[in-house]
């Protein structure tokens, strides 16, 4: 299957500092990424869906000038939680989906703590 | 309003013995089911998946179900062995519009294989 990296995979930061998270996809062209979020013993949240080269889309109830998503290459996005609070602490996972897909493939995840 | 749902939080199954997790749906505009597993920590791994246009698909020792009518599909696992253990999501996307390539999950059913 393809192979979707996700770095860091976990991360301590204090309040109020900003955190980047990427995803690359190492062996496809990902054409189409999505950010999830999962709380504990909770499904996966999807936050935004980004196509290369274009605006990110967020789902309804997600800051997108808190979560900045950049999707500059067919390989790599990116996820920045601005300003982080202790309430955005949580497990961020990234998928990827390559031209005509319906099948994403998931990065391993980062766990966020804030401080 | 949970379009998929995972009615059964927990499964446990004998090594050897056929493991049956459930998924059910409302929305009929879905058409292309998947299912992914998942341990503690990581990103979901996929495992199968089906077009709505089929009612079976097999691959190895996984099966997955489609029944249209009834808005329900399952994941079949024949034989269960204890490295299955995990927690199984399954979701759902339609290729419509700005939806197009977007994941419903469901909450998970976690299966315990015993040895």
């Known amino acids: 299957g393809a192979v979707v990296s996700q770095h860091p995979s976990w991360v301590i930061c204090k309040s109020g500092t900003s955190v980047k998270i990427e995803c690359r996809s190492l062996?496809?062209?990902?054409?189409?990424m999505f950010w999830y979020r999962q709380f504990p013993k909770q499904s996966l949240m999807l936050m935004a869906t980004s196509n290369e080269g274009s605006k990110a889309t967020y789902e309804q109830g997600v800051e997108k000038d808190k979560f900045l998503i950049n999707h500059a290459s067919l390989t790599l996005s990116t996820l920045t939680v601005t300003s982080a609070h202790p309430e955005d602490s949580s497990f961020y996972i990234c998928?990827?989906?390559?031209?005509?897909?319906?099948?994403?493939?998931f990065g391993a995840g980062t766990r966020l703590s804030v401080l | 309003d949970q379009q998929v749902k995972q009615n059964s939080p927990s499964l446990s199954v004998q090594e050897g013995r056929i493991s049956i997790l459930n998924c059910d749906y409302t929305?009929?505009?879905?058409?292309?089911f998947l299912w992914y597993k998942k341990y503690p920590a990581e990103g979901p791994t996929f495992l199968i998946s089906i077009s709505s246009i089929k009612d079976k698909n097999e691959d190895g020792r996984f099966t997955v179900f489609l029944n249209k009518s009834a808005k329900h599909l399952s994941l079949h696992i024949v034989p269960s062995q204890p490295g299955d253990s995990a927690v199984y999501f399954c979701?759902?996307?339609?290729?419509?519009?700005?939806?197009?390539?977007?994941?419903?999950f469901g909450q998970g059913t976690i299966l315990t294989v015993h040895p």
């Open positions: 998928s990827a989906t390559g031209q005509g897909s319906n099948i994403q493939y």
């Open positions: 979701a759902a996307s339609y290729a419509g519009g700005t939806s197009y390539g977007k994941l419903t």
């Open positions: 929305n009929s505009m879905f058409d292309y």
């Open positions: 062996d496809f062209q990902a054409t189409t």
